[in-house]
T-cell receptor, first 110, second 118 residues
Framework: KQEVTQIPAALSVPEGENLVLNCSFTDSAIYNLQWFRQDPGKGLTSLLLIQSSQREQTSGRLNASLDKSSGRSTLYIAASQPGDSATYLCAVSGANNLFFGTGTRLTVIP | DAGVTQSPTHLIKTRGQHVTLRCSPISGHKSVSWYQQVLGQGPQFIFQYYEKEERGRGNFPDRFSARQFPNYSSELNVNALLLGDSALYLC?????????????????FGEGSRLTVL
């Protein structure tokens, strides 16, 4: 069974810092990996989708990388802002299921 | 364009009751999936439907069932509610891609239905 782990569970940084969130998965047979953000009590907002054949995707201040062979993905956030404060989740899709990590709660301090 | 809409947004039930949650996907999307998210955890996959057929089922008891209608909207039903069913229930839609139901491309989530079982 696929297991998805996100470290750290929580992270606090001062505004303006660059930061990296980590996601690891145990089964490399995936179709794609997606990063989401979730505000408290809300649904998930898609940030970036990386297909299994891709190495990275970029959107604005966000950059996500994928290394299938090592079972790792990173989400890089440049020049963090207080509005980036949220829980960030990664999800990997496999043959017949979709597995989420437990998320990293990010707090950006003004 | 409207995003994924879910109803009701909040509801309170008592143990043993039944609940029906509804989801309308983004126009043109043919795949709908359901997830249960308990506080402090990541979402857990319950069901996926594509073109009105069940294409995936997570590790949930038979008390959980779902269906997808000809207009691609979907219902999640839970019978004989337990306290442990209290959670945020999320619906996601996607356009779907060739190569298998799980290579669905980008997922778009609704705001969820918060179920409290007393």
């Amino acid at each position: 069974k696929q297991e998805v782990t996100q470290i750290p569970a929580a992270l606090s940084v001062p505004e303006g810092e660059n930061l990296v969130l980590n996601c690891s998965f145990t089964d490399s047979a995936i179709y794609n990996l997606q990063w989401f953000r979730q505000d408290p009590g809300k649904g998930l907002t898609s940030l970036l989708l990386i297909q299994s054949s891709q190495r990275e995707q970029t959107s604005g201040r966000l950059n996500a990388s994928l290394d299938k062979s090592s079972g790792r993905s990173t989400l890089y956030i440049a020049a963090s802002q207080p509005g980036d404060s949220a829980t960030y989740l990664c999800a990997v899709s496999g043959a017949n299921n979709l597995f989420f990590g437990t998320g990293t709660r990010l707090t950006v301090i003004p | 364009d409207a995003g994924v809409t879910q109803s009701p947004t909040h509801l309170i039930k008592t143990r043993g009751q039944h609940v029906t949650l509804r989801c309308s996907p983004i126009s043109g999307h043919k795949s709908v999936s359901w997830y249960q998210q308990v506080l402090g955890q990541g979402p857990q996959f319950i069901f996926q439907y594509y073109e009105k057929e069940e294409r995936g089922r997570g590790n949930f008891p038979d008390r959980f069932s779902a269906r997808q209608f000809p207009n691609y909207s979907s219902e999640l039903n839970v019978n004989a509610l337990l306290l442990g069913d209290s959670a945020l229930y999320l619906c996601a839609s996607s356009a779907g891609l060739a190569g298998g139901p799980w290579n669905t491309g980008e997922l778009f989530f609704g705001e969820g239905s918060r179920l409290t079982v007393l």
